[in-house]
């Protein structure tokens, strides 16, 4: 008889494999509510809808929803607002003491959720810091804030009633064009995007991979908040050589980030399909 092999804790692996950072999903929580920590009060917030390519030959692409914090002080947080509903139903059905919980259930087919989080200017001025799950693990690394060489153009058009102006630029591998509205006097936006002269409300790169478009505005005074992890924490590079893994190996990378183990024969060693990364190098 063939043996088999048990790989715990991985359930539905091949729908939970990809998130907008190209990550390993574990169907576990990510921020216990319990490990909160706020660091500030947002003067605005900002729902940008992001739409990603998960298949550059059959042209398919992935939706989250994205949070953009800002402080009075500078201190911003990026996060994943259906990463988030799943924390709070997750959190939610456990503290009523059921042993299974499904809190990706509201979710469409083509969803995703991104268990990360980016601040600016947190712990101290000028620093970014990054903050990715990675099945068990959840992996930390801070770098300064990235100077982007911004290109203006005379391009104009309105989101959300700003006007706005173009810009492009170059960023580590992908070229992006943004729309940033003066009349909002944030030099911030989406993911790393930040140093332009007004909020940036939609980006999107020059092959069509990614894009983000803002879909509301809010000035209610609530809470930003930092959640403590028992951190691994790694390079910038450390987490590229994990996204790199993530498709040549993932198999490994699984074996590596999981507290379970593969029982009897492992599985041919395996790949997946590249999805392409917002930053390549």
Not at 57 to 75: A, E, H, M, P, V
Not at 104 to 125: C, G, T
Not at 245 to 256: C, N, T, V
Request: proline fraction near 4%; glycine fraction near 4%; include cysteine.
């Amino acid at each position: 008889m063939n043996k088999k092999y048990i790989l715990i804790p991985i359930i539905a692996f091949a729908a939970t494999l990809f998130d907008s950072y190209a990550q390993i999903h574990s169907t576990l929580g990510y921020h216990n509510p319990a490990s909160r920590v706020e660091i500030g009060k947002a003067k605005i917030s900002v729902t940008y809808d992001y739409k990603y390519i998960s298949d550059t030959t059959g042209k398919t692409y992935r939706d989250d929803k994205f949070c953009l914090q800002i402080s009075d002080n500078g201190i911003s947080r990026f996060y994943s607002l259906n990463a988030a509903k799943i924390d709070s139903i997750f959190y939610s059905e456990l503290k009523k003491g059921k042993s299974v919980v499904a809190p990706r259930q509201w979710m469409r087919k083509n969803d995703a959720a991104a268990h990360s989080d980016l601040f600016i200017n947190y712990p101290s001025k000028n620093k970014l810091t990054y903050i990715l799950k990675v099945m068990d693990n959840t992996y930390c690394y801070s770098e300064n804030t990235p100077e982007m060489s911004w290109v203006f153009s005379n391009a104009t058009k309105v989101i959300l009633g700003y006007e706005c102006k173009q810009a492009n630029v170059t960023f580590r591998g992908n070229s992006f064009t943004v729309w940033f509205t003066e009349s909002l006097p944030y030099r911030m936006g989406p993911w790393k995007f930040s140093g332009a002269p007004g909020l940036i409300l939609e980006v999107y790169d020059t092959k069509k991979y990614f894009h983000f478009i803002a879909t509301s505005l809010s000035r209610a005074n609530n809470a930003i908040y930092y959640y403590i992890h028992d951190y691994k924490y790694v390079t910038r590079d450390d987490i590229l050589e994990i996204e790199r893994q993530m498709y040549a190996d993932p198999i490994g990378l699984i074996e590596k980030n999981s507290k379970g183990k593969i029982i009897g024969e492992k599985p041919t060693k395996m790949t997946l399909p590249y999805i392409p990364s917002l930053e390549k190098q």
